[in-house]
């Protein structure tokens, strides 16, 4: 089970951070990514972390703002995101697939495993 959490309310320029631990499944083995979805729009990746750690990407609109880590350690996945939009305002979910991370990470179809969405809200 994956359970993200974090969000909350904060105003235009401030900081988040998500976090997703997984229970039951050993995140080390997997690529791990950051999906959002805000209301009336379809879901979009937002960044992806390979099982290692070692590759990331990005969508280019939080490029330089937001920053995916993890913790192998405590089996959790985290997004940092800094300078906070009101157009990043939605519903962050995380999810995991098998290795390798290959070029197609910004797929949603690709990931078999999701947790619930926590809800971010940027105010202007």
């Known amino acids: 089970q994956l359970q993200a959490s974090g969000g909350g309310l904060v105003q235009a320029g401030g900081s988040l951070r998500l976090s997703c631990a997984a229970s039951g499944r050993t995140l080390s083995s997997y690529d791990t990514a950051w999906f959002r979805q805000a209301p009336g729009r379809e879901r979009e990746f937002v960044a992806a972390i390979s099982r290692s750690a070692i590759i990331t990407f990005y969508a280019d609109s939080v490029k330089g703002r937001f920053t995916v880590s993890r913790d192998n350690a405590k089996n959790t996945v985290y997004l940092l995101m800094n300078s906070l939009k009101p157009e990043d305002t939605a519903d962050y979910y995380c999810?995991?697939?098998?290795?390798?991370?290959?070029?197609?990470?910004?797929?949603?179809?690709?990931?078999?495993?999701w947790g619930q969405g926590t809800q971010v809200t940027v105010s202007s």
């Open positions: 999810a995991t697939k098998q290795p390798p991370i290959g070029g197609s990470y910004r797929s949603a179809t690709l990931y078999d495993y």
